[in-house]
């Protein structure tokens, strides 16, 4: 899913592409895209975009007469910039903006049609799509800490949780926790202001460097590829790979249809996290540490393992 240094990359992309074209039509593919039929689709035709923001993962298109269009990506959807009058690609596509400019081509992959857009008209209906979350890139630690600890969950998922933190997703807390050195599964009622403090600044300085890094890196050509799996990324994606701080191999938890990286050096003083198949699958053979899992591991390579006396 793209997330707040991802979302951040597109604006940089479409506000020199868009900002001041006149949208000359909006081609709709895909009947699930659309979520909103009042104003019509219709009523856009011919309106000029004004300013493109972002709230939270959704981007924000500001037209004429306080309309506003609100796309949200979700997990596989992307643009693509094209000459104008570009096809729709068959399978993947869902919308087509025509403009004077180009063509911008909304696109997601796999056979779930999550991505959205809505067309609202004032700021209070535009602010009704808000999740509510912090802005940590703007925030206080003291606004941080309250976003935080206003309910009790793990670290991961109040991170991840729009209503309480703003942008954050899968990909970007596992780099957060690693850089602040916290363990995802600590509840956020047990955290110090210390730790608070850690954990607001490495945020920051994640997401920031983050964000500097893809814009640099795209310069004044449109992004062709956003993912959440890059190599240059400490824990996400890094399973079995050597931790860059202390060479300790990244391990993972699976949950769902998401997965949790961590270093147990780094992150929980050597402490293995209980996957929750593997643990109710081995029980107490579960090793408690990384020491106990390569013995573990020692032991399942032994030709002699399972082998009946």
């Not at 956003?226 to 300790?248: D, L, N, S, Y």
Request: charge should be positive.
């Amino acid at each position: 899913m793209p997330e707040l240094p991802d979302i951040e990359l597109y604006l940089h992309a479409l506000r020199p592409r868009l900002i001041g074209q006149q949208i000359e039509r909006i081609r709709i593919a895909s009947p699930f895209l659309l979520r909103t039929y009042d104003p019509p689709l219709s009523h856009i035709n011919g309106l000029t975009i004004r300013a493109i923001s972002r709230l939270g993962k959704r981007i924000v298109w500001h037209l004429d007469d306080h309309l506003f269009i609100v796309i949200h990506l979700m997990i596989a959807g992307r643009f693509r910039w094209k000459t104008t009058g570009a096809t729709i690609p068959g399978r993947v596509g869902l919308a087509a903006f025509d403009v004077g400019s180009g063509t911008l081509i909304l696109t997601e992959a796999g056979s779930k049609r999550r991505a959205s857009m809505h067309i609202v008209r004032g700021a209070e209906a535009l602010a009704a799509l808000n999740p509510g979350g912090l802005d940590v890139l703007t925030s206080s630690v003291d606004d941080f800490a309250h976003a935080l600890t206003s309910e009790n969950h793990t670290l991961k998922r109040a991170l991840t949780d729009p209503h309480l933190i703003d942008g954050i997703g899968n990909a970007y807390s596992d780099e957060i926790l690693h850089a602040a050195r916290l363990s995802p599964l600590t509840l956020t009622s047990r955290l110090t202001p210390e730790s608070i403090a850690t954990l607001h600044a490495a945020a920051i300085r994640v997401l920031t460097e983050w964000r500097d890094a893809l814009i640099a890196e795209a310069g004044d050509r449109f992004p062709e590829k956003v993912t959440a799996f890059r190599p240059e990324m400490v824990a996400h994606g890094k399973f079995g790979q050597p931790c860059r701080v202390c060479g300790t191999p990244i391990q993972r938890i699976r949950y769902a249809s998401n997965e949790v990286h961590y270093c147990p050096t780094c992150q929980t003083g050597g402490k293995l996290l209980a996957d929750r198949a593997l643990s109710q699958l081995l029980k107490k053979d579960w090793p408690r540490s990384f020491e106990e899992l390569e013995q573990f591991k020692a032991v399942r390579r032994d030709p002699g393992f399972g082998r009946k006396l």
